[in-house]
């Protein structure tokens, strides 16, 4: 999955950043973590810093003063015109929730929607990445690049090291963990559901992080190549158009990956007791409590 870059300034992600985070560009609800305090995300500039490098870079007084100000526009952007998109987005679940069944393909639309927020936040914030990464130092490149090679190699060893068995197992559980976040606990059935999609998945990681790595590549070559007169032509697809990047690979699982997600959460929420649904509509009507309640939300 994407996610936001945070600089090394000293400050911890809280929890309801890790939320909205997830909420803007996860592939859906349930997967959604439990966190605290969302509020908290509109006074933590590290929410839309560019994600797009992905790791640690450390920034000096100059680029901070520079970035700032654009973080300020960013998040008000973001406010004003992307949580009432994520409001009506929980309303639309919230109604397929009271639907005796629900369809995959009904909730693989509320996926392209996920997919298109992210988007959104993308072209957004292209502008801002591009002057970022044109002042990099070249000891910050360094970093950069070091800091990605860290990651990467603890991603293979959490999720690609493991055998099928350990990484189905563990696919499982997170799932799991997730799920029963938003429906509270879950049948045997609904484990049963979970534990088949997780074990169906098969080689995913490695295509995953294969995929993530092929990408990695182009930016750095990109990046070093920051002085051509097509830089910012070469960044800017790199950010707005990722699928282009993607291995073949990953380019064959990924939409049966997605519909066997939504296939999934059709049959939880088909399978769910009221109990469950209930607890998923009250989870919902929190979050969507939540955005609206912040001081930077239109009225």
């Not at 929410?47 to 970035?67: F, M």
């Not at 197992?169 to 059935?189: F, K």
């Not at 990681?205 to 097509?230: F, G, M, P, V």
């Not at 064959?252 to 939504?262: C, R």
Request: with cysteine.
């Amino acid at each position: 999955m994407l996610s936001p870059i945070h600089f090394r300034q000293g400050r911890p992600m809280p929890g309801r950043i890790a939320r909205l985070r997830f909420l803007m560009l996860a592939v859906g609800l349930l997967l959604l973590a439990a966190c605290s305090r969302l509020d908290l995300a509109y006074r933590n500039l590290d929410l839309l810093i560019p994600w797009w490098i992905g790791t640690y870079v450390s920034l000096d007084d100059e680029q901070k003063a520079w970035l700032e100000p654009r973080l300020d526009q960013h998040l008000a952007w973001h406010c004003d015109t992307q949580l009432p998109e994520y409001v009506a987005w929980l309303e639309q679940l919230g109604q397929l929730s009271q639907r005796p069944q629900v369809s995959a393909n009904d909730l693989r639309g509320q996926l392209v929607q996920v997919r298109e927020a992210a988007q959104n936040i993308a072209v957004q914030i292209t502008p801002t990445a591009l002057g970022l990464a044109e002042s990099l130092t070249p000891k910050q490149m360094g970093e950069l690049y070091v800091a990605m090679d860290e990651r990467n190699a603890e991603l293979r060893e959490k999720h690609v090291a493991p055998s099928r068995k350990q990484q189905a197992a563990a696919r499982t559980l997170r799932m799991r963990e997730s799920v029963e976040e938003w429906m509270g606990p879950l049948r045997p059935s609904q484990v049963a559901h979970i534990d088949a999609w997780a074990k169906a998945r098969g080689d995913y990681n490695k295509t995953w992080a294969e995929n993530r790595e092929n990408w990695q590549k182009a930016l750095r070559s990109t990046l070093y190549d920051r002085h051509n007169a097509d830089f910012r032509a070469r960044l800017t697809a790199l950010l707005q158009e990722p699928e282009d990047f993607w291995t073949e690979a990953y380019r064959k699982a990924y939409p049966a990956s997605e519909a066997a997600l939504a296939q999934l959460f059709a049959d939880l929420l088909n399978s769910a007791d009221e109990g469950q649904r209930s607890t998923l509509r009250q989870r919902i009507g929190d979050l969507s409590s939540d955005l609206k309640g912040l001081a930077c939300y239109p009225r």
